[in-house]
């Protein structure tokens, strides 16, 4: 059975960091793309990142550009999403997901509904 695990979530300052991991069992990761995306209570899920198969390309909504970086571990079968400068608009649980399905662009990496596989999610709040 495919297991997707999120850690790496917690209490953060406005301004702090942290790093996100994804593992993967069951399937291995370089095969899929993976996307993050984080849902705060009473709002819609929001897309973050994705970075497709063999970590080929690497897309980012406008909120998170120049600020987060996805990359991956092949050999430890994880993906991490590094969050640098957070703001307390970005407390919210962390998702992880993946697809095997193919990949064009980041509108496609952007859609929720193309990702058949995902965690149970990590908490991340950050303090104002």
């Known amino acids: 059975q495919v297991h997707l695990v999120e850690s790496g979530g917690g209490l953060v300052q406005t301004g702090g960091s942290l790093t996100l991991s994804c593992v993967a069992s069951?399937?291995?990761?370089?095969?899929?793309?993976i996307g993050w995306f984080r849902q705060a209570p009473g709002r819609e899920r929001e897309w973050v990142s994705c970075?497709?198969?063999?970590?080929?390309?690497?897309y980012y909504a406008d909120s998170a550009k120049a600020r987060f970086a996805i990359s991956g571990d092949n050999a430890k079968n994880t993906v991490y999403l590094r969050m640098n400068s957070l703001n307390p608009n970005e407390t919210a649980v962390y998702y992880c997901?993946?697809?095997?399905?193919?990949?064009?662009?980041?509108?496609?990496?952007?859609?929720?509904?193309?990702?058949?596989?995902w965690g149970q999610g990590t908490q991340v709040t950050v303090s104002s």
């Open positions: 997901a993946a697809t095997g399905r193919s990949v064009m662009g980041w509108r496609d990496c952007s859609s929720a509904a193309l990702f058949s596989y």
């Open positions: 970075m497709t198969q063999n970590g080929e390309s690497t």
């Open positions: 069951e399937f291995t990761l370089p095969y899929y793309t």
